[in-house]
């Protein structure tokens, strides 16, 4: 990613401009913006797909752009489609499973996500 100065410009993204560099890393998480107060990224996870993430040690926010599946959050079971906001705290388990349509997730964690 290259260094920009977020807080006096600002920045605007498409999404599918970051899905875009995201499948050509290979990767199914991309980040996109990183600030000591926070951090952006889109997560992508095909139809039938694992979720093998594991608690983090920041707060995160995920709101769904496209897809279906469920989500475990702590002993929360829901579903998720596209237009779903779902809160993480931090240190709880969490996984999305039962993906029945390609999930596309804007995931944003405060503080910045931890490398």
Known sequence: MELENFME????WEI?????RRAQQGRRYLEFLRLAAMSAGVYTLPAGATDAQSPHRE???YYVVRGRARMKIGQLDEAVKEGSVLFVAAGVEHRFYDITEELVVLVFFAPAESS
């Not at 410009?9 to 605007?12: L, V």
Request: negative net charge; proline residues 0%; glycine residues 8%.
């Open 9 to 12: 410009a600002g920045r605007s």
């Open 16 to 20: 599918e401009q970051l899905e875009q």
């Open 59 to 61: 707060d995160e926010l």
